[in-house]
C-alpha cells in the first residue's frame, strides 16, 4: 500500500498543534487542521506493503479500520473514495482522530524500527475533509421495521449502537441525564481536545437520520426500566463508567479538594451555557494546583487548569517515569508503554519552564484550615519491590495547594440504574454481559462499553456499541 519506497523516503511528520502562547488564552481545539495535503499524502506513502497490517490487528485498531486502504487512497489524492473506507468500520473517526491515543500506531509495522505512519493525523484529515466537502450526509432509512429500541447513555458507545441500529432501520430513543447530548464526549472531555460544535454536528446528523434524543431524564429515577420495556422491545445500557476512584487519606473532605470529572464537567457546563470559564471556588485562578494521577484526565485538569489561571500546577503519579523507548518486557506490537508529552506538560513547561509531572509520590493526607479549607497536603516517597509498594522513610514532603484534583480513574457504573434493572453485576461492578453477546441477566435488556468492560477507550466504546447493535438486532429478527 502507499508507495513501494515511501516509508525510505519520507519520515514521519504530525500536524502541529497551534502555538502554546496562543492556544492557552482560550479553549479552542489545539489542532491546526489538514491544511497540507502533500504531507498528509506523504504519511499515506509512508505505508508499508507489511502483507500483516497488524495496524489491524488485535493490539491495534479496535474497530478495524481499513488503515492500509485509506492510507494508499490519500498517497493518490482520493480523498472520498477515503472517507468511504473510514466509514465502513468507524462511525465517529472525527472523535477518534481527535482523542484516541491511537494504538494503530504503536502496531504499526514500520515502528518496529522507526517512527510509525501518523494514522492518526490521516483519519481525522479525511473526516474533516469530508465534513468540510458536504460528502458527510444523513443516512434516510427506506424502510422500517416497527421495532422500538431505547438506549440509555449518550456517550460513544450509546451514539455507535443507535446509529447502527437506525440504519437496519429500527427505531431508536437515546435517553441522556444530562442536558446536552455526547456523555464523555461532551462534558469529559474539554474543548480544547474535543470542540463541542464537532459533537453536535455529529448529534444534528444522527437526528436527522431519524435517531431520537431525551434530554434531562434519569432513567433508574426519573422513569424505571419496568416502564421503558412497555414501550420499547430492546434496552441497551451504555451509562459509562462514572464512579470514580477516590483518595480516602484524613482530611478527605476538606474544601477544595475535588474529584477531576466534577472539575472538568463545571468548566465545560458554565463555557456551554455563559459562553465563559468558571469563576466558582472551583476555579483553578490564582491557586497552587496540585493534580493527583496521571493518564488523559489528569492531562485534561493540567491543560484546564492553566487556561483558567492556576499560579502554580503540579501533577503527582505513584508509578516511576516511563522509559524514553520500550522496556524488555514491553515488546512491538503492544501498546508502548514510554515517556510521552502531552498537550497539557508541553502547556505547562512552556509556561512555567517544567515538566508538571512529579514521580514515585503517595499522598498521606490534606491538611485544612480553621475554615475547613485545604491549604497543603503530605506525601511521601515510594518505591515498588518484588511488586509490593514501600515507603520511603524520611522522604515525607509537605506541598502548598489551595485546590486538589483527584484523576485516579473510575471503578465502576453508578448502580441506581442497575438496581433498577434488577441485572447482575460482575465482581468489578460493571454490568455483567460477556463481550460478544452483551446481553444481561435480564432478557431484553443489553449493555456495551465502560459500564461493561470497565474505563477504557473511546474507540472500544465505539466497537461494543456496534456489537450490541448487532446482537440486539439478532434478538428482534
Given at each position: 500500500m502507499g508507495k513501494i519506497t515511501g516509508f525510505k523516503e519520507f519520515d514521519r511528520k504530525t500536524e502541529a498543534y497551534r502555538p502554546v502562547d496562543l492556544r492557552i488564552k482560550d479553549y479552542g481545539e489545539i489542532f491546526t487542521?489538514?491544511?497540507?495535503?502533500?504531507?498528509?499524502?506523504?504519511?499515506?506513502?509512508?505505508?508499508?506493503?507489511?502483507?500483516?497490517?497488524?495496524?489491524?490487528?488485535?493490539?491495534?485498531?479496535?474497530?478495524?479500520?481499513?488503515?492500509?486502504?485509506?492510507?494508499?487512497?490519500?498517497?493518490?489524492?482520493?480523498?472520498?473514495?477515503?472517507?468511504?473506507?473510514?466509514?465502513?468500520?468507524?462511525?465517529?473517526?472525527?472523535?477518534?482522530?481527535?482523542v484516541c491515543p491511537a494504538p494503530c500506531e504503536g502496531s504499526c509495522v514500520l515502528s518496529i524500527n522507526n517512527s510509525a505512519v501518523a494514522i492518526k493525523n490521516i483519519e481525522q484529515a479525511i473526516i474533516d475533509k469530508g465534513f468540510d466537502e458536504g460528502w458527510v450526509k444523513p443516512y434516510i432509512v427506506e424502510y422500517r421495521t416497527g421495532k422500538k429500541i431505547a438506549i440509555i447513555g449518550s456517550g460513544p458507545a450509546g451514539l455507535a449502537a443507535a446509529d447502527e441500529l437506525n440504519k437496519i432501520g429500527h427505531s431508536v430513543t437515546i435517553f441522556e441525564r444530562d442536558d446536552h447530548i455526547g456523555g464523555l464526549l461532551m462534558y469529559g472531555i474539554p474543548n480544547m481536545k474535543l470542540g463541542k460544535d464537532v459533537v453536535d454536528r455529529r448529534v444534528k446528523l444522527m437526528q436527522d437520520s431519524g435517531v431520537e434524543f431525551i434530554t434531562n431524564v434519569d432513567v433508574g429515577k426519573d422513569i424505571t426500566t419496568i416502564q421503558l420495556q412497555q414501550n420499547f422491545d430492546a434496552l441497551v445500557l451504555t451509562t459509562g463508567a462514572s464512579k470514580a476512584r477516590d483518595l480516602l487519606v484524613d482530611n478527605r473532605q476538606a474544601q477544595g479538594v475535588h474529584l477531576a470529572m466534577e472539575y472538568l464537567v463545571k468548566n465545560t457546563k458554565s463555557l456551554l451555557d455563559t459562553g465563559?470559564?468558571?469563576?466558582?471556588?472551583?476555579?483553578?485562578?490564582?491557586?497552587?494546583?496540585?493534580?493527583?494521577?496521571?493518564?488523559?484526565?489528569?492531562?485534561?485538569?493540567?491543560?484546564?487548569?492553566?487556561?483558567?489561571?492556576?499560579?502554580?500546577?503540579?501533577?503527582?503519579?505513584?508509578?516511576?517515569?516511563?522509559?524514553?523507548?520500550?522496556?524488555?518486557?514491553?515488546?512491538?506490537?503492544?501498546?508502548?508503554?514510554?515517556?510521552?508529552?502531552?498537550?497539557?506538560?508541553a502547556e505547562v513547561t512552556e509556561i512555567f519552564g517544567k515538566d508538571p509531572r512529579q514521580y514515585h509520590l503517595m499522598t498521606q493526607s490534606f491538611i485544612k484550615d480553621d475554615q475547613n479549607f485545604v491549604i497543603g497536603l503530605k506525601t511521601v516517597n515510594v518505591d515498588f519491590k518484588d511488586g509490593q509498594l514501600i515507603q520511603i522513610n524520611g522522604s515525607e514532603k509537605i506541598w502548598n495547594t489551595q485546590l486538589v484534583l483527584l484523576s485516579m480513574g473510575f471503578v465502576s457504573p453508578e448502580h441506581y440504574l442497575s438496581d433498577d434493572a434488577n441485572i447482575e453485576l460482575d465482581e468489578r461492578g460493571n454490568y455483567k454481559a460477556k463481550y460478544g453477546q452483551y446481553i444481561t441477566s435480564q432478557k431484553s435488556i443489553?449493555?456495551?462499553?465502560?459500564?461493561?468492560?470497565?474505563?477504557?477507550?473511546?474507540?472500544?466504546?465505539?466497537?461494543?456499541?456496534?456489537?450490541?447493535?448487532?446482537?440486539?438486532?439478532?434478538?428482534?429478527?
Open positions: 487542521g489538514y491544511h497540507d495535503k502533500a504531507h498528509l499524502q506523504e504519511q499515506g506513502a509512508r505505508c508499508m506493503d507489511c502483507g500483516v497490517p497488524f495496524c489491524q490487528s488485535e493490539n491495534g485498531c479496535p474497530v478495524d479500520n481499513l488503515i492500509p486502504e485509506f492510507n494508499d487512497l490519500i498517497y493518490h489524492n482520493k480523498w472520498q473514495e477515503a472517507l468511504v473506507r473510514l466509514l465502513k468500520t468507524n462511525n465517529f473517526p472525527e472523535f477518534t482522530g481527535r465563559s470559564v468558571d469563576e466558582s471556588d472551583l476555579s483553578a485562578k490564582g491557586k497552587d494546583v496540585i493534580v493527583i494521577g496521571g493518564g488523559d484526565t489528569g492531562t485534561d485538569c493540567i491543560g484546564t487548569a492553566l487556561r483558567q489561571g492556576a499560579k502554580s500546577i503540579v501533577n503527582f503519579e505513584l508509578m516511576g517515569k516511563p522509559p524514553v523507548e520500550r522496556a524488555s518486557n514491553n515488546p512491538w506490537p503492544l501498546w508502548p508503554l514510554i515517556y510521552r508529552v502531552d498537550y497539557g506538560h443489553f449493555t456495551a462499553g465502560d459500564c461493561r468492560r470497565g474505563q477504557s477507550l473511546v474507540v472500544w466504546a465505539i466497537n461494543e456499541g456496534r456489537g450490541v447493535a448487532a446482537k440486539v438486532n439478532e434478538y428482534l429478527a
